[in-house]
């Protein structure tokens, strides 16, 4: 929101009239005529960009003020390159003639400019002309002309090829590489800025310049880096910073160069000699016998090995040991990808990684940096010969156990898990057995990660892990309560009481209940699927149900569940679906009471309760007894709605010798017993205290599954036929006690009726009630014996004709 001050200027840009803003156009030109550009024209051009960019749409401006920004962008002042380039930002791309003469001038050219020129390109002509133009400059030599900086090619260079790959030649890819070997290996190695000893009798002629220093403070022994410091910098040395920064996506970039563009030099051909090549590619005082891009890989490898020691040395500033951090990062992916390129690079990179590792590994505040390393692990551990579970152990095990609330690590790993999955089912499969460690990061910050988790979830749901993940996403809010539960414990001393006196966080230090968190923590999987105490836990844990990191974090399960669902009936068999069934009538009651929570995991259950059963019909049969005694439950009708409406549902549906031919009539008869009792029981009495009347879908079901059942077993049907009967009279006789609502009942008995009326005529009442697949799914369409394909051609021919 903005201030009342800034809405009133913003209000007053908005709704500036046009004869005054064209006064004030005609005023800004005059000033920006004068030979000394001062506050005033400051303040102005400050003015115009609020009245640019406060209005929705693009304004133009008159021609000959978009000359003289566009002359503003070459000023001596940065101030005003910086707002002249944000005003043409804001106004229809210029002409083109305007933007060729900026282009082709090279010497005006700064990082706004070419920056502006990167916005407002029109076409992939236009970037490549500005590809072209920029690396033309960069392969200026001092004698062309008079001396000129282009610290800001590279940067914008960048991004045209970050917008448009295609821009490079192999005679661009040639150029930089090698200009690039140039800046990264042969920068200054002497302080710029004028920096000197210093002393008595320094003067013009005795000031000599100092070399750089490490960030240890000693003299810097061998070539710059951008871990190298000093009082000022020259610009070969900025160069090789910006090339270092560029280097990664260059590597990854040129490939895209078609190599039938190619026009290569004829001294750059005959240096590529295989017989040459072979001999020398391992000996960097060859290098220069290399193509350039051989060239510059060798030169990249000796770039990072001295990085990478540079990075050994104590730095004194900690800042500086933030950046020696991130340099470690770019220095494992650029030799990562230099390794990707050319294999037999693996063997002389390998020692500096794994060294690397073996000193990093004990010290979790390098996580960042040793992910990277892992990365390294997986794309050449196994043609190094390594053996890499110590790695995994570490980036799945302890980090995400002891850093989980870590925002930064929690979304680098979980990328790295995302973009490495097959090469992780492929190198390193044990990944999956660290799922309750992965979940830490869910349960944490759920709102942060659940997109990762979107993606990863397929992939770590197998048949191993299937009935464990259920169980782990069910108790996902229980895990975000124990870890809150775990940081405060750390940060909060036993001795001190708790302000809002916690006593799940004294549960939690209770030696008694430890067994019963260390379940919830545990880094893999294989502990078992559930712990027999869950209701104690939730007990335990009541007091989390309002914690807005506990209700997130539940708001998020029932989206995984849908997704775990779907990827489970693909991968699992008919015995493991029947487990499944099972855990979800377990699991509904046994969940952590948070408003609303329960509700959306019956609604969930029930969804693929039925998807299960339609899949796989005769589950109902060989799971009929856990069925039975779940539907037989009176106390389900009025606690779990949801799926005890759909378990009667799929009981009446799928419980046929259709479904499964060992379906007996015994069994049908059960069946019919079972659920005829809940539904005497609760039509014949008031909902016990503390419960509201039973939902008139849970009698309508009931009634219905119970004439499905009668209607394959003939025996039955009187029976039910009585209930009905006595259904009516009782309706007939005023209110019930069992139902709140007139109307409602009024439905029940139509239905009741209904049903007993099929019943009369047992044979309709089958085909009626439970009718054949080729009546559920018809093809009458299709089918030419009947008279409907007929009139449709008919139809159609006659709409056609008209």
């Known amino acids: 929101m903005y201030s009342l001050g800034s809405e009133s200027l913003i209000k007053q840009a908005r709704e500036i009239q046009e004869a005054e803003l064209q ?39 008159p021609s000959d003020l978009q000359q003289r920004l566009l002359s503003l962008l070459s000023s001596p002042a940065e101030q005003f390159q910086v707002l002249s380039s944000a005003l043409l930002r804001e106004t229809p791309p210029s002409s083109g003639e305007e933007l060729n003469n900026i282009q082709e001038n090279i010497s005006q050219l700064n990082t706004h400019a070419a920056g502006l020129l990167v916005s407002q390109a029109r076409s992939r002509t236009d970037l490549n002309n500005l590809c072209a133009q920029l690396i033309h400059g960069l392969e200026g030599r001092p004698s062309d002309g008079p001396t000129r900086s282009l610290t800001f090619a590279l940067p914008v260079l960048n991004s045209v090829l970050r917008l448009s790959p295609e821009s490079l030649t192999e005679e661009h890819v040639t150029i930089l590489s090698k200009k690039f070997v140039d800046w990264l290996r042969y920068a200054s190695i002497v302080q710029g800025g004028g920096a000197s000893s210093g002393g008595f009798f320094t003067g013009p002629r005795s000031r000599q310049p100092l070399p750089t220093a490490e960030l240890d403070g000693s003299v810097s022994g061998d070539f710059f880096t951008v871990l190298c410091v000093g009082q000022g910098f020259t610009e070969d040395q900025w160069m090789n910073v910006y090339s270092f920064s560029m280097l990664r ?16 030099d004829a001294d750059d ?11 020398v590619s391992a000996t960097s005082s060859s290098s220069r016998l290399l193509p350039p891009k051989e060239r510059l890989r060798e030169k990249t490898f000796q770039y990072c090995q001295r990085l990478i020691e540079q990075c050994d040395r104590k730095a004194q500033k900690k800042l500086d040991t933030e950046l020696q951090k991130a340099c470690m990062v770019e220095a494992v992916c650029i030799l990562d990808c230099v390794c990707v390129e050319d294999p037999s690079m693996v063997f002389r990179t390998f020692p500096s990684i794994k060294g690397l590792f073996g000193r990093l590994s004990s010290d979790l505040s390098y996580a960042r940096v040793l992910l990277p390393i892992a990365q390294f692990y997986l794309n050449h551990g196994e043609m190094a010969a390594v053996d890499c579970e110590c790695v995994w152990k570490l980036v799945f095990g302890r980090f995400p156990a ?11 790993l979980l990328r790295f898990l995302r973009q490495n999955l097959d090469s992780l089912r492929l190198r390193a499969p044990e ?3 660290f799922l309750p460690n992965f979940l830490k990061f869910l349960a944490w910050d759920s709102s942060a990660v659940v997109d990762d988790f979107v993606d990863l979830l397929p992939s770590l749901v197998t048949e191993g892990t299937a009935v464990e993940m259920l169980h782990t996403l069910l108790d996902l809010p229980c895990l975000s309560a124990t870890l809150i539960l775990q940081f405060r414990s750390v940060s909060l001393p036993i001795s001190e009481s708790s302000s809002r006196g916690l006593l799940s966080l004294d549960a939690f230090r209770n030696p008694a209940f430890r067994g019963l968190f260390l379940f919830l923590l545990r880094v893999e ?19 989390a149900a309002d914690w807005p990191r506990v209700v997130r974090c539940a708001q998020v399960v029932p989206v995984l569940l849908h997704i775990y669902f779907n990827t489970v009936v693909t991968v699992a068999e008919e015995k493991l679906l029947a487990h499944l069934i099972l855990v979800m009538l377990e699991r509904s009651g046994l969940l952590l009471a948070i408003p609303t929570y329960s509700r959306e995991i019956h609604r969930v259950f029930s969804c693929h309760l039925l998807r299960l059963c339609k899949l796989r019909p005769s589950l109902v049969v060989d799971q009929s007894h856990e069925l039975l005694e779940f539907a037989g439950t009176t106390a389900n009708v009025y606690s779990k709605e949801e799926v005890y409406t759909h378990v009667v549902w799929v009981l009446g549906e799928y419980l046929s010798v259709s479904s499964d031919s060992s379906c007996s009539v015994v069994l049908i008869t059960s069946c019919f017993e079972t659920l005829e009792a809940v539904l005497f029981e609760i039509t014949s009495s008031a909902p016990p205290p503390g419960t509201v009347c039973p939902a008139p879908k849970v009698i309508t079901t009931l009634m219905s599954a119970l004439a499905k059942l009668a209607s394959r077993s003939h025996d039955l049907i009187p029976r039910v036929s009585l209930f009905f009967s006595k259904l009516r009279t009782a309706a007939r006789n005023g209110s019930v006690a069992w139902c709140a609502d007139e109307d409602d009942l009024v439905a029940i008995v139509t239905r009741g009726e209904e049903l007993w009326s099929l019943l009369k005529a047992p044979g309709v009442a089958q085909s009626v009630l439970t009718p054949p697949p080729h009546v559920l799914t018809p093809r009458w369409h299709r089918d030419t014996n009947l008279a409907v394909p007929l009139q449709l051609r008919v139809l159609t021919r006659l709409t056609h004709s008209q």
């Open 431 to 433: 990944f999956i057995r």
């Open 269 to 279: 051909r005959s240096e590529v000699d295989g017989s040459v090549v072979s001999m």
């Open 249 to 264: 996506h260059w590597l990854l970039t040129y490939h895209s160069v078609s190599s039938g563009n190619s026009t290569m």
């Open 402 to 412: 002891e850093l989980f609330n870590n925002p930064f690590l929690a979304h680098e």
């Open 23 to 61: 006064k004030f156009y005609s005023r800004l030109v005059k000033l920006l005529q004068l030979k000394e550009l001062g506050y005033e024209t400051l303040d102005s051009l400050h003015r115009l960009h609020l009245i640019l960019s406060a209005n929705k749409y693009a304004r133009t401006l």
């Open 525 to 543: 999987t294989g502990s078992g699927h559930t712990i027999d105490r869950l209701s104690t836990l939730h007990d335990l844990l009541a007091e």
